[in-house]
Protein backbone atom coordinates (compact mmCIF):
# COMPACT_ATOMS: atom_id res chain seq x y z
CA UNK A 1 0.00 0.00 0.00
CA UNK A 2 1.50 3.34 -0.70
CA UNK A 3 2.58 5.92 2.52
CA UNK A 4 -0.15 8.18 3.22
CA UNK A 5 0.73 11.67 2.60
CA UNK A 6 0.40 14.15 5.56
CA UNK A 7 -0.15 17.61 5.12
CA UNK A 8 0.08 20.52 7.37
CA UNK A 9 -2.56 23.59 6.90
CA UNK A 10 -5.90 23.83 5.58
CA UNK A 11 -5.50 27.19 4.00
CA UNK A 12 -5.37 27.63 0.07
CA UNK A 13 -2.03 25.71 -0.70
CA UNK A 14 -2.44 23.05 1.85
CA UNK A 15 -6.38 22.20 0.49
CA UNK A 16 -5.27 21.88 -3.15
CA UNK A 17 -2.24 19.76 -2.15
CA UNK A 18 -5.03 17.07 -0.34
CA UNK A 19 -7.02 17.34 -3.10
CA UNK A 20 -4.26 16.59 -5.78
CA UNK A 21 -3.58 14.03 -3.58
CA UNK A 22 -7.22 12.02 -3.03
CA UNK A 23 -8.03 12.58 -7.14
CA UNK A 24 -4.99 10.73 -7.39
CA UNK A 25 -6.16 7.82 -5.42
CA UNK A 26 -4.04 8.23 -2.18
CA UNK A 27 -5.09 8.59 0.85
CA UNK A 28 -4.03 12.50 2.82
CA UNK A 29 -4.09 13.51 6.23
CA UNK A 30 -5.12 17.02 5.99
CA UNK A 31 -3.56 18.35 9.64
CA UNK A 32 -5.28 21.86 10.24
CA UNK A 33 -4.23 23.54 14.03
CA UNK A 34 -7.68 25.71 13.86
CA UNK A 35 -9.51 25.85 16.26
CA UNK A 36 -7.41 23.74 18.60
CA UNK A 37 -5.06 26.90 18.17
CA UNK A 38 -6.32 30.21 16.37
CA UNK A 39 -4.07 32.79 14.93
CA UNK A 40 -4.75 36.62 14.60
CA UNK A 41 -5.87 36.93 11.14
CA UNK A 42 -8.13 33.70 11.10
CA UNK A 43 -11.83 34.98 12.02
CA UNK A 44 -13.48 31.38 11.53
CA UNK A 45 -12.83 27.55 11.46
CA UNK A 46 -13.02 26.60 7.48
CA UNK A 47 -10.59 25.85 5.73
CA UNK A 48 -8.61 28.11 2.81
CA UNK A 49 -9.97 31.11 4.70
CA UNK A 50 -8.99 33.99 3.17
CA UNK A 51 -7.52 36.74 5.32
CA UNK A 52 -6.88 39.34 3.21
CA UNK A 53 -8.13 40.51 0.08
CA UNK A 54 -11.03 38.90 -1.68
CA UNK A 55 -9.38 38.92 -5.13
CA UNK A 56 -7.43 36.37 -7.32
CA UNK A 57 -6.43 39.04 -9.35
CA UNK A 58 -6.55 39.46 -13.17
CA UNK A 59 -8.20 37.32 -15.87
CA UNK A 60 -7.42 39.47 -18.38
CA UNK A 61 -6.92 37.03 -20.87
CA UNK A 62 -2.70 36.95 -21.98
CA UNK A 63 -1.61 38.72 -18.31
CA UNK A 64 0.54 36.31 -16.13
CA UNK A 65 -1.97 36.12 -13.73
CA UNK A 66 -4.29 35.08 -16.29
CA UNK A 67 -1.98 32.45 -17.19
CA UNK A 68 -1.54 30.83 -14.03
CA UNK A 69 -4.82 30.15 -13.34
CA UNK A 70 -5.26 28.95 -16.81
CA UNK A 71 -2.63 26.21 -16.56
CA UNK A 72 -4.26 25.45 -13.07
CA UNK A 73 -7.59 24.74 -14.45
CA UNK A 74 -6.05 22.50 -17.10
CA UNK A 75 -4.54 20.23 -14.60
CA UNK A 76 -7.67 20.33 -12.51
CA UNK A 77 -7.61 22.41 -9.80
CA UNK A 78 -10.05 22.68 -7.30
CA UNK A 79 -10.12 25.62 -5.93
CA UNK A 80 -9.42 27.72 -8.95
CA UNK A 81 -11.05 25.67 -11.71
CA UNK A 82 -14.42 24.83 -9.59
CA UNK A 83 -14.90 26.79 -6.25
CA UNK A 84 -13.57 30.13 -7.53
CA UNK A 85 -15.87 30.25 -10.54
CA UNK A 86 -18.84 28.97 -8.28
CA UNK A 87 -18.33 31.56 -5.72
CA UNK A 88 -17.07 34.40 -7.97
CA UNK A 89 -18.58 38.17 -7.66
CA UNK A 90 -18.24 41.46 -9.57
CA UNK A 91 -14.78 43.17 -9.74
CA UNK A 92 -14.07 44.20 -13.48
CA UNK A 93 -11.48 42.10 -14.69
CA UNK A 94 -10.38 40.13 -11.58
CA UNK A 95 -11.58 37.12 -10.31
CA UNK A 96 -12.89 38.20 -6.78
CA UNK A 97 -15.17 35.74 -4.58
CA UNK A 98 -17.35 35.51 -1.93
CA UNK A 99 -14.80 34.73 0.99
CA UNK A 100 -17.43 33.01 2.78
CA UNK A 101 -18.66 31.35 0.11
CA UNK A 102 -15.50 30.03 -1.07
CA UNK A 103 -13.90 29.06 2.19
CA UNK A 104 -17.45 27.19 3.00
CA UNK A 105 -17.67 25.46 -0.89
CA UNK A 106 -13.75 24.29 -0.09
CA UNK A 107 -14.37 22.99 3.55
CA UNK A 108 -17.05 21.07 2.17
CA UNK A 109 -15.38 19.51 -0.46
CA UNK A 110 -12.69 18.80 1.60
CA UNK A 111 -15.08 16.78 4.25
CA UNK A 112 -16.61 14.93 1.58
CA UNK A 113 -13.68 13.42 -0.21
CA UNK A 114 -13.19 9.90 0.84
CA UNK A 115 -9.19 9.80 0.56
CA UNK A 116 -8.50 12.51 2.76
CA UNK A 117 -9.05 12.84 6.79
CA UNK A 118 -8.64 16.10 8.56
CA UNK A 119 -7.43 16.08 12.09
CA UNK A 120 -7.73 19.58 13.69
CA UNK A 121 -4.62 19.16 15.42
CA UNK A 122 -1.07 21.28 16.00
CA UNK A 123 1.49 19.46 14.00
CA UNK A 124 5.61 20.10 16.47
CA UNK A 125 7.06 17.34 14.65
CA UNK A 126 7.76 15.68 11.29
CA UNK A 127 8.75 12.00 11.39
CA UNK A 128 11.49 10.97 8.95
CA UNK A 129 9.71 8.21 7.82
CA UNK A 130 6.33 10.10 6.40
CA UNK A 131 6.15 12.55 3.23
CA UNK A 132 5.51 15.78 4.32
CA UNK A 133 3.78 18.78 2.77
CA UNK A 134 4.34 22.03 4.87
CA UNK A 135 1.81 24.42 4.06
CA UNK A 136 1.24 25.97 7.10
CA UNK A 137 1.25 29.96 6.00
CA UNK A 138 2.82 32.60 6.80
CA UNK A 139 1.02 32.16 10.62
CA UNK A 140 2.94 29.18 11.47
CA UNK A 141 3.02 28.31 14.95
CA UNK A 142 6.16 28.91 17.01
CA UNK A 143 6.46 25.20 17.69
CA UNK A 144 6.04 24.20 13.72
CA UNK A 145 8.58 27.17 13.12
CA UNK A 146 11.19 25.80 15.44
CA UNK A 147 10.93 22.44 13.92
CA UNK A 148 11.07 23.72 10.70
CA UNK A 149 14.43 25.67 11.63
CA UNK A 150 15.61 22.23 12.90
CA UNK A 151 15.26 20.18 10.28
CA UNK A 152 16.29 23.23 7.08
CA UNK A 153 19.23 24.18 9.76
CA UNK A 154 18.85 27.68 9.37
CA UNK A 155 16.67 30.33 11.19
CA UNK A 156 13.45 31.35 10.09
CA UNK A 157 12.94 34.56 7.54
CA UNK A 158 10.13 37.36 7.55
CA UNK A 159 8.10 39.94 6.60
CA UNK A 160 5.14 42.15 8.07
CA UNK A 161 1.85 41.97 5.58
CA UNK A 162 -1.17 43.45 6.09
CA UNK A 163 -4.57 43.31 6.19
CA UNK A 164 -6.91 45.67 4.52
CA UNK A 165 -10.60 47.30 6.54
CA UNK A 166 -14.03 46.42 4.96
CA UNK A 167 -16.93 48.59 5.65
CA UNK A 168 -21.01 48.25 5.86
CA UNK A 169 -22.24 48.64 2.24
CA UNK A 170 -25.56 50.42 3.42
CA UNK A 171 -22.76 53.07 5.22
CA UNK A 172 -21.21 53.82 2.40
CA UNK A 173 -22.52 57.82 1.18
CA UNK A 174 -23.48 56.99 -2.40
CA UNK A 175 -24.00 60.90 -3.33
CA UNK A 176 -20.17 61.01 -3.10
CA UNK A 177 -19.18 57.35 -3.84
CA UNK A 178 -19.36 56.53 -7.73
CA UNK A 179 -19.60 53.44 -9.14
CA UNK A 180 -16.89 52.76 -11.72
CA UNK A 181 -14.62 50.49 -13.15
CA UNK A 182 -11.12 52.09 -14.60
CA UNK A 183 -11.20 53.47 -18.03
CA UNK A 184 -15.03 51.48 -18.35
CA UNK A 185 -13.34 47.94 -18.13
CA UNK A 186 -15.14 45.58 -16.75
CA UNK A 187 -16.22 41.72 -17.67
CA UNK A 188 -20.04 42.33 -18.53
CA UNK A 189 -20.17 45.87 -19.28
CA UNK A 190 -21.04 46.76 -15.06
CA UNK A 191 -19.05 48.99 -13.02
CA UNK A 192 -18.08 47.19 -10.43
CA UNK A 193 -16.29 49.08 -8.19
CA UNK A 194 -17.54 51.81 -5.88
CA UNK A 195 -14.79 54.95 -6.37
CA UNK A 196 -14.33 57.81 -3.51
CA UNK A 197 -13.12 60.86 -4.85
CA UNK A 198 -10.32 63.73 -3.04
CA UNK A 199 -10.26 67.18 -4.13
CA UNK A 200 -6.53 68.32 -3.59
CA UNK A 201 -7.61 69.83 -0.08
CA UNK A 202 -9.24 66.91 1.03
CA UNK A 203 -6.14 64.99 0.57
CA UNK A 204 -4.27 67.09 1.74
CA UNK A 205 -6.23 66.94 5.42
CA UNK A 206 -6.48 63.07 4.87
CA UNK A 207 -2.48 62.46 4.58
CA UNK A 208 -2.03 64.54 7.20
CA UNK A 209 -4.07 63.04 9.55
CA UNK A 210 -2.49 59.58 8.09
CA UNK A 211 0.63 60.22 8.94
CA UNK A 212 0.02 61.69 12.21
CA UNK A 213 -2.12 58.85 13.17
CA UNK A 214 -1.21 56.26 16.43
CA UNK A 215 0.39 53.06 15.00
CA UNK A 216 0.09 49.49 16.48
CA UNK A 217 3.46 49.00 17.67
CA UNK A 218 5.79 46.22 16.63
CA UNK A 219 4.32 42.97 18.39
CA UNK A 220 7.13 40.66 17.58
CA UNK A 221 9.31 40.74 20.74
CA UNK A 222 12.67 40.70 18.77
CA UNK A 223 11.20 43.79 16.70
CA UNK A 224 9.68 45.99 19.19
CA UNK A 225 12.99 47.63 20.30
CA UNK A 226 14.05 48.83 16.65
CA UNK A 227 11.25 49.55 14.54
CA UNK A 228 14.14 50.19 11.46
CA UNK A 229 14.16 45.92 11.80
CA UNK A 230 10.53 46.12 10.65
CA UNK A 231 10.47 44.59 7.14
CA UNK A 232 7.49 44.85 4.86
CA UNK A 233 6.55 43.23 1.65
CA UNK A 234 7.35 46.01 -0.94
CA UNK A 235 3.99 44.22 -3.11
CA UNK A 236 1.64 45.22 0.38
CA UNK A 237 2.72 47.90 2.00
CA UNK A 238 0.74 50.16 4.43
CA UNK A 239 -0.49 52.94 3.70
CA UNK A 240 0.94 54.84 6.03
CA UNK A 241 4.79 53.44 4.67
CA UNK A 242 3.93 54.64 1.68
CA UNK A 243 2.84 57.85 2.51
CA UNK A 244 6.28 58.42 4.17
CA UNK A 245 7.60 58.01 1.15
CA UNK A 246 6.49 61.26 -0.43
CA UNK A 247 2.64 63.44 -0.45
CA UNK A 248 1.81 61.90 -4.02
CA UNK A 249 3.14 58.82 -3.56
CA UNK A 250 -0.84 57.02 -2.58
CA UNK A 251 -1.60 58.97 -5.66
CA UNK A 252 0.64 57.37 -7.51
CA UNK A 253 -0.62 53.67 -6.36
CA UNK A 254 -3.64 53.15 -4.26
CA UNK A 255 -5.28 56.14 -4.49
CA UNK A 256 -4.35 56.91 -8.24
CA UNK A 257 -7.61 58.73 -10.05
CA UNK A 258 -6.48 57.91 -13.70
CA UNK A 259 -9.39 56.09 -15.62
CA UNK A 260 -12.24 57.03 -13.18
CA UNK A 261 -14.82 59.86 -14.05
CA UNK A 262 -16.54 61.49 -11.34
CA UNK A 263 -19.58 62.02 -12.61
CA UNK A 264 -20.81 64.72 -10.60
CA UNK A 265 -17.74 67.16 -12.20
CA UNK A 266 -16.91 64.70 -15.53
CA UNK A 267 -12.94 64.76 -14.55
CA UNK A 268 -11.12 62.60 -12.71
CA UNK A 269 -10.39 63.40 -8.90
CA UNK A 270 -7.36 64.32 -7.67
CA UNK A 271 -7.35 61.17 -5.51
CA UNK A 272 -9.15 58.34 -5.17
CA UNK A 273 -9.96 55.70 -2.46
CA UNK A 274 -11.75 52.55 -4.93
CA UNK A 275 -14.33 49.61 -3.03
CA UNK A 276 -14.02 46.64 -3.62
CA UNK A 277 -17.39 44.14 -3.10
CA UNK A 278 -16.32 41.57 -0.97
CA UNK A 279 -19.57 39.27 -0.87
CA UNK A 280 -22.35 38.21 -3.27
CA UNK A 281 -24.88 40.20 -2.05
CA UNK A 282 -22.69 43.37 -2.28
CA UNK A 283 -23.16 43.70 1.90
CA UNK A 284 -19.74 44.90 2.25
CA UNK A 285 -16.90 46.23 0.57
CA UNK A 286 -13.08 46.31 1.00
CA UNK A 287 -11.01 49.83 0.90
CA UNK A 288 -8.28 48.15 -2.07
CA UNK A 289 -4.93 48.23 -1.61
CA UNK A 290 -5.71 49.84 2.26
CA UNK A 291 -3.87 47.78 4.43
CA UNK A 292 -2.28 49.78 7.61
CA UNK A 293 -1.27 49.22 11.13
CA UNK A 294 -3.65 52.07 13.05
CA UNK A 295 -4.74 51.49 15.98
CA UNK A 296 -8.33 50.91 15.47
CA UNK A 297 -9.57 53.93 17.14
CA UNK A 298 -7.93 56.19 14.41
CA UNK A 299 -8.40 53.94 11.76
CA UNK A 300 -12.16 54.83 12.78
CA UNK A 301 -10.97 58.36 12.39
CA UNK A 302 -8.68 58.35 9.62
CA UNK A 303 -10.69 56.52 7.25
CA UNK A 304 -14.04 58.37 7.93
CA UNK A 305 -12.36 60.94 6.49
CA UNK A 306 -12.45 59.49 2.74
CA UNK A 307 -15.42 61.15 1.06
CA UNK A 308 -18.12 59.07 1.33
CA UNK A 309 -17.06 56.82 4.36
CA UNK A 310 -17.81 59.65 7.17
CA UNK A 311 -20.57 57.43 8.56
CA UNK A 312 -18.57 54.26 7.94
CA UNK A 313 -19.50 51.24 9.89
CA UNK A 314 -16.17 48.73 9.85
CA UNK A 315 -17.20 45.51 9.85
CA UNK A 316 -12.92 44.67 10.02
CA UNK A 317 -10.28 46.79 10.91
CA UNK A 318 -6.89 46.59 8.59
CA UNK A 319 -3.96 44.99 10.72
CA UNK A 320 -0.52 44.18 10.59
CA UNK A 321 0.71 40.41 10.91
CA UNK A 322 4.34 37.93 10.75
CA UNK A 323 4.81 35.96 7.90
CA UNK A 324 6.83 33.47 7.64
CA UNK A 325 8.77 31.71 5.25
CA UNK A 326 11.33 29.93 4.23
CA UNK A 327 14.51 30.67 2.10
CA UNK A 328 13.41 28.77 -0.93
CA UNK A 329 17.05 29.14 -2.99
CA UNK A 330 18.91 27.74 -0.14
CA UNK A 331 16.88 24.51 0.43
CA UNK A 332 14.30 23.56 -2.61
CA UNK A 333 14.37 21.75 -5.45
CA UNK A 334 12.45 23.00 -8.75
CA UNK A 335 9.44 20.29 -7.43
CA UNK A 336 9.13 22.24 -3.88
CA UNK A 337 10.80 19.28 -2.15
CA UNK A 338 14.12 19.73 0.32
CA UNK A 339 17.27 19.06 -1.50
CA UNK A 340 18.39 17.04 1.59
CA UNK A 341 15.11 15.31 2.58
CA UNK A 342 13.15 14.70 0.38
CA UNK A 343 10.26 13.66 1.57
CA UNK A 344 9.59 17.06 2.68
CA UNK A 345 7.82 19.51 0.50
CA UNK A 346 6.92 23.03 1.02
CA UNK A 347 4.13 25.14 -0.44
CA UNK A 348 1.98 28.14 -0.41
CA UNK A 349 3.43 31.30 1.35
CA UNK A 350 6.02 29.82 3.53
CA UNK A 351 7.62 28.50 0.66
CA UNK A 352 8.38 32.12 -0.64
CA UNK A 353 5.41 32.62 -2.85
CA UNK A 354 2.85 35.74 -2.44
CA UNK A 355 -0.90 35.74 -3.51
CA UNK A 356 -3.18 33.60 -3.26
CA UNK A 357 -3.18 31.85 -6.90
CA UNK A 358 0.78 31.51 -6.04
CA UNK A 359 0.12 29.45 -2.99
CA UNK A 360 -2.57 27.66 -4.89
CA UNK A 361 -0.28 26.52 -7.66
CA UNK A 362 2.66 25.72 -4.97
CA UNK A 363 0.06 23.71 -3.51
CA UNK A 364 -1.01 22.06 -6.65
CA UNK A 365 2.45 20.92 -7.62
CA UNK A 366 3.27 19.95 -3.80
CA UNK A 367 0.47 17.72 -4.24
CA UNK A 368 1.81 16.19 -7.08
CA UNK A 369 4.96 15.30 -6.40
CA UNK A 370 4.29 13.70 -3.57
CA UNK A 371 1.85 11.56 -5.50
CA UNK A 372 5.19 10.65 -7.63
CA UNK A 373 6.80 9.94 -4.46
CA UNK A 374 4.37 7.84 -3.07
CA UNK A 375 4.46 5.81 -6.35
CA UNK A 376 8.05 5.20 -6.26
CA UNK A 377 8.14 7.31 -9.92
CA UNK A 378 10.54 10.64 -10.34
CA UNK A 379 9.05 14.08 -9.31
CA UNK A 380 9.46 16.37 -12.76
CA UNK A 381 9.88 19.54 -12.43
CA UNK A 382 7.06 21.84 -14.65
CA UNK A 383 8.70 22.86 -17.91
CA UNK A 384 10.47 26.94 -17.57
CA UNK A 385 8.33 27.90 -19.97
CA UNK A 386 5.68 27.69 -18.13
CA UNK A 387 3.78 30.07 -15.44
CA UNK A 388 4.45 27.91 -12.61
CA UNK A 389 7.79 25.91 -13.61
CA UNK A 390 8.77 29.63 -13.77
CA UNK A 391 7.67 30.09 -10.20
CA UNK A 392 9.19 27.26 -9.03
CA UNK A 393 12.50 28.19 -10.78
CA UNK A 394 12.39 31.81 -8.60
CA UNK A 395 11.64 29.97 -5.34
CA UNK A 396 14.39 27.52 -5.93
CA UNK A 397 16.51 29.57 -7.85
CA UNK A 398 16.55 33.20 -7.04
CA UNK A 399 19.76 34.84 -5.00
CA UNK A 400 19.59 33.28 -1.62
CA UNK A 401 21.10 36.30 -0.12
CA UNK A 402 18.31 38.85 -1.40
CA UNK A 403 15.46 36.89 -1.19
CA UNK A 404 11.78 38.29 -1.26
CA UNK A 405 8.42 36.52 -1.82
CA UNK A 406 7.54 36.86 -5.10
CA UNK A 407 4.08 37.13 -6.89
CA UNK A 408 4.15 35.99 -10.60
CA UNK A 409 5.11 38.41 -13.42
CA UNK A 410 6.27 37.99 -17.16
CA UNK A 411 9.57 38.89 -15.80
CA UNK A 412 9.97 35.45 -13.89
CA UNK A 413 9.09 33.48 -17.20
CA UNK A 414 11.71 33.27 -20.16
CA UNK A 415 12.52 36.13 -22.41
CA UNK A 416 11.48 35.00 -26.03
CA UNK A 417 14.37 34.75 -27.93
CA UNK A 418 13.13 37.32 -31.01
CA UNK A 419 10.21 39.47 -28.98
CA UNK A 420 7.59 41.36 -30.95
CA UNK A 421 7.87 44.97 -30.46
CA UNK A 422 4.11 45.66 -29.53
CA UNK A 423 3.57 43.94 -25.54
CA UNK A 424 0.32 42.90 -26.25
CA UNK A 425 1.62 40.92 -29.19
CA UNK A 426 4.54 39.64 -26.78
CA UNK A 427 2.94 38.22 -24.17
CA UNK A 428 -0.10 36.53 -26.15
CA UNK A 429 3.10 34.93 -27.29
CA UNK A 430 4.33 34.20 -23.81
CA UNK A 431 1.09 32.84 -23.09
CA UNK A 432 0.94 30.32 -26.10
CA UNK A 433 4.49 29.52 -25.35
CA UNK A 434 4.06 28.47 -21.75
CA UNK A 435 0.19 26.76 -22.81
CA UNK A 436 1.77 24.68 -25.60
CA UNK A 437 5.09 23.92 -23.16
CA UNK A 438 2.05 22.65 -20.52
CA UNK A 439 -0.03 20.73 -23.08
CA UNK A 440 2.94 18.45 -23.91
CA UNK A 441 4.02 18.30 -20.39
CA UNK A 442 0.54 16.61 -19.90
CA UNK A 443 0.99 14.39 -22.89
CA UNK A 444 4.12 13.12 -22.17
CA UNK A 445 3.18 12.25 -18.19
CA UNK A 446 0.17 10.39 -19.75
CA UNK A 447 2.61 8.14 -21.79
CA UNK A 448 4.80 7.73 -19.55
CA UNK A 449 1.68 6.60 -16.87
CA UNK A 450 0.99 4.04 -19.91
CA UNK A 451 4.48 2.55 -20.08
Not at 205 to 218: G, K
Not at 293 to 302: A, D, L, S, T
Not at 396 to 414: E, K, M, R
Request: net charge negative.
Amino acid sequence: MPPTIHIIGGGLAGCEAAWQVARAGHRAILHEMRPVRSTPAHKTNDLAELVCSNSLKSEQVNSAPWLLKEELRRLGSLLIGDVAMRTRVPAGHALTVDRELFAAAVTRMIEVEPNIEIRREEVTALADENIWIIASGPLTSSALANEIARITGSERLYFYDSISPIVDAESIDTSIAFRASRYGKSIDGTDDYLNCPFTKSEYDAFLDALLAAESVPAHIEEDAPHSENVRYFEACLPIEEIARRGRDTLRFGPMKPVGLDDPRTGRWPYAVVQLRQEDARAGSYNLVGFQNHMRFGEQQRVLRMVPGLQNAEFLRFGQVHRNTYINGPALLAPTLQMRTRPNVFFAGQISGVEGYVESIATGLIAGRGAVALANGEPTRAFPRATALGSLCAYVSGADPLHYQPANITFDLLPKLEQPPRDKKVRYAEVCRRALAALDQFMLDERKYAHV
